[in-house]
């Protein structure tokens, strides 16, 4: 065994064990850390078989940006740990069915298809090689019509995080100093000319009324 | 090309047994007498006024899936920077129609107020 299998095993065992935690652990927040756990092994992995730019922007996106959300929603969600299990033996059979359909497909699938002797090891590059410059090189050229609906689900993103989220606040009451300084006479004040009656007519209108 | 990445595993292997022996260190030798008031959670000298699980507004939702979104913009530019000079024009209009799509996204969000706090 060479080193690099040792490191892609080790990294591969460090994944399975962080993922096992993420749904075993009873406390939401050491899940999300194990989740993190499970994401740099996973970049880690991707290393190894030599996808440097995806590792990279593993840890980056994922890390740094996906489990900020993921610990907003365990925060937002208030979760009761024992109301979350009263339903377990309810569900129990139900869960139990989909997980061991799931296994016999991956089963199935894989043992006909997939084993380590069926694809070659990937070519071993130079110092030099930048895996993305060959991504970029592809992506902006060959691939240019996925990459720019990349952009489309990028900005439906944007406006369903709005719609969802937003909520009507009430219009702020906040003071514009530029238009309090450029306010003239005018803009405030009406100077309306009017005949100045006289006390007795006045009086007149009112009996009038009256 | 991965024994360049050979010293960055040196790193990690290297920041784990500092962190682990720092941990395990003075787990060994500091004095251990713990008692029940030593024990207790408290809150600048009070006791506990709440559960610290408390829910937080869904704003910070807003922030973080805004954030998210021009994460991976950015990440889109990182190989179109470094082969700009290779894909030529065609490559470069590319990204700017990327990146006018996505200006339209920040100009509605920027109108719509979801960048304000309150």
Redesign the interface.
Known sequence: MTFLQFAFYFFASVLVFAAAMVVTIRNPVKSALFLVLAFFSAACVWITLQAEFLAIVLVLVYVGAVMVLFLFVVMMLDINIAELRAGFTRYLPVGGVVAVLLVVEIVFVLARTFSPQQFANPPSHAADYSNTRELGELLYTTYVYPFEIAAFILLVAIIAAIALTMRARAPRKRIDPVRQVQTRREDRLRIVKMKSASRTAHRDQQDDAS | ?????FPI?LFIVVGLGVGAVAVSVGKVLAPHKPYDDKLAPYECGFEAFEDS????D?????V??????F???I??L???A??LD??GA??FW??M???A??V???I??WK???LEW?
């Open positions: 090309m991965l024994a360049n990445y595993l699980r408390m829910k937080f869904v704003r910070y939702y807003l973080a899936i805004l954030f998210i979104i994460d991976l913009e990440a889109f990182f190989p179109w470094i082969v290779e894909i065609f490559g590319a990204m129609g990327f990146l799509v996505l339209v996204g920040f509605y969000e719509k107020g979801a309150e």
